[in-house]
Nanobody
């Protein structure tokens, strides 16, 4: 089993920045890609960004240029640097990790961007 714990969410004004962190524990040696998803009010959960163990990244078009995903394999941690935040970025952000046979989710961290 793998446990994921997110941190770093909060309230920020439009144009501001936040950095989310997700620490994995447990059978972390089995993890491949890790990433961030978000679910806004009344919306479905959507992909934000993913990163492989080797560092290859993938972003949703809506966050390209503004968000940067990174990963520290030694610390079993994935980060999401969010810049130029917009009110439409308001959502619960979930960390996700791909294991050998399963996908794991964190409990989520709230990001609220005020206009």
């Amino acid at each position: 089993q793998v446990q994921l714990v997110e941190s770093g969410g909060g309230l920020v004004q439009a144009g501001g920045s936040l950095r989310l962190s997700c620490v994995a524990s447990g059978r972390t040696f089995s993890l491949n890609a890790m990433g961030w998803y978000r679910q806004g009010p009344g919306k479905q959960r959507e992909l934000v960004a993913t990163i492989t163990r080797g560092g290859s990244t993938n972003y949703a078009d809506s966050v390209k240029v503004r968000f940067t995903i990174s990963r520290d394999n030694a610390k079993n941690t994935v980060y999401l640097e969010m810049n130029s935040l917009k009110p439409e970025d308001t959502a619960v952000y979930y960390c996700n990790a791909e294991g050998t046979y399963d996908y794991y989710w964190g409990q989520g961290t709230q990001v609220t961007v005020s206009s």
